[in-house]
């Protein structure tokens, strides 16, 4: 009673902004969704940074306005990012447009992308950007992530041949399976693998694929609005459910205490559940140990970083599926640069033909070379910090570190930080949540959505490729002079 009650005042209070707005706020809200009021804070969610920025910078004044006036007390608007929000997950590509008012880039369209450790670049669109289709489960899966397009070596073999084995007796041969192992080394591949695969011959399976933050934010707003009986359901009526990225489960307590339940109902019910981390259960500190214990029930498997011979077969199988055209010497070079991440051994391929194609030149080895002049050779340890990076960044657009991190959001602000956050993933080990806490304890969401955005915009804007080149190139010399 006392939550309807709540949440009719949650309600009542929204209406009455959209009935006041003006037409374009009201565009600007029309997919953002009230989650709570607290104390004198009202929280909204919208589902991407565009959004936000456009509520924040163009609409807080008037909402909170009106929120206050409907309250009869000051009321304060916090606006969180809810991808799920989002009808279709792609972004709105207009957060940039107009061009920057910035001084020009010293060196100009270098052929080297701006990501110097290769970057998952432009090229990235065609690999875990990749478009997620609704199946018949109402699965997510990525049509590319199929066994038949994954490479076995010995560094994945194991990983592999469980995955498999799962996907042939779902809830009967490993349960839970647990993929674990560094970023870009196929662990979301044969998750979707796996999907696919029972899809395919047991169609009659209920499979379900979830990041752990739409997990998160599902559950969220499950509780918000009193739905948490449906949360339940869509989570337990599952034949075999694949959650990507559990880490992120760390220090959600809420979402771990209902994962708990989850994992339970599913296991005892021998229901398959697969789940993928960046680490193995122990080093997930921040998780209830009683979650840790039962990620270790059932078949725990790393994958490695892939072997020569390995990254070489991925590059052929690549360039086959995408027309590339590149001769066995070239992947043989690109394979010997990026020796730790497949989706940077991809992106570097795709930028070696994708350059050559612009210029009408052929892709070979002289080509290759200078395309990517810029990596860093693998092995070598680099002295780039985020710190360095958001400095050199901070520098590059003459605004400070501090403006970098903080709350406006100027065009050429939401740029450099956009840069300065995708260059931290690209360039150093930091996870999300890592960066997104030097970045003024932004959300991980946050860091992915400028990730995703600043890839996306340097394979459309030369502004943007140029831009995210020369930053780089001061980032690189002043590592390397700091050596
Ligand atoms: N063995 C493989 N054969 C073919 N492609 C692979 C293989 N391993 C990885 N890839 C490709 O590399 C890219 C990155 O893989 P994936 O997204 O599965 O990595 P991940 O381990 O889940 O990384 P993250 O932890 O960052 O999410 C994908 O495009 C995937 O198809």
Not at 53 to 63: D, L, P, V
């Amino acid at each position: 009673m006392a939550a309807d009650a709540t949440s009719n005042a949650l309600t009542a209070a929204w209406e009455s902004v959209l009935a006041q707005a003006d037409t374009p706020t009201r565009a600007r809200l029309a997919n953002a969704r009230p989650l709570a009021l607290h104390e004198s804070s009202y929280l909204l969610a919208v589902p991407n940074e565009t959004a936000r920025e456009r509520i924040e910078t163009r609409s807080r004044g008037a909402i909170e306005q009106q929120l206050s006036a409907h309250h009869g007390r000051p009321i304060h608007l916090a606006v969180s990012v809810d991808p799920s929000l989002e009808p279709n997950l792609e972004d709105d590509p207009t957060v940039l447009a107009p061009e920057l008012p910035l001084r020009e880039p010293t060196s100009g369209g270098s052929p080297s992308a701006g990501a110097v450790n290769g970057g998952r670049g432009p090229a990235a669109a065609s690999g875990a950007g990749a478009p997620l289709v609704n199946g018949a489960n109402g699965d997510r899966l990525n049509p590319k992530y199929t066994f038949d397009n994954f490479v076995i070596g010995s560094s994945n073999r194991f990983a592999h041949a469980a995955a498999v084995a799962v996907a042939e007796t779902p809830g009967k041969s490993y349960n839970p399976l647990m993929i674990y192992g560094e970023s870009g080394l196929g662990k979301t591949h044969l998750l979707h693998g796996i999907g696919h695969y029972v899809r395919q011959y047991t169609p009659h399976l209920r499979v379900k694929y979830v990041s752990t933050e739409e997990l998160t934010n599902d559950f969220i707003n499950a509780i918000s609005e009193n739905r948490t009986a449906e949360f339940r359901r869509n989570y337990r009526e599952i034949d075999v459910l694949l959650i990507d990225d559990i880490q992120f489960l760390e220090s959600k307590i809420q979402t771990q205490e209902e994962f708990f339940h989850t994992f339970n109902t599913l296991h005892n019910a021998q229901k398959q559940i697969v789940l993928t981390s960046d680490r193995p259960p122990k080093a997930l500190e921040a998780l209830e140990p009683r979650l840790r214990s039962r990620f270790e029930w059932g078949l725990l498997t790393d994958i490695q970083p892939p072997d020569l011979e390995t990254r070489i077969a991925i590059l052929r199988k690549k360039a086959i599926a995408e027309h590339l055209m590149a001769s066995p010497e070239v992947l043989e070079f690109i394979a010997g640069k990026i020796a730790t991440n497949i989706r940077e051994l991809e992106g570097a391929l795709i930028r070696v033909t994708a350059f050559a194609s612009l210029n009408h030149q052929a892709v070979d080895l002289h080509l290759a070379e200078e395309v990517l002049k810029d990596l860093i050779p693998a092995g070598v340890e680099t002295q780039i910090t985020p710190q360095l990076i958001m400095s050199e960044t901070a520098s590059y657009y003459n605004v400070t570190v501090e403006e970098l991190c903080g709350p406006a959001r100027t065009h050429v602000l939401v740029t450099a930080r956009q840069i300065a956050m995708y260059l931290c993933r690209e360039l150093t080990d930091s996870s999300l949540p890592a960066i997104g806490r030097l970045f003024g304890g932004r959300d991980h969401t946050t860091v992915m959505h400028a990730n995703k955005k600043i890839r996306q915009l340097m394979a459309e804007r030369r502004t943007i490729y140029n831009q995210v080149t020369e930053i780089t190139n001061r980032i690189k010399q002043a590592a390397t002079y700091r050596r």
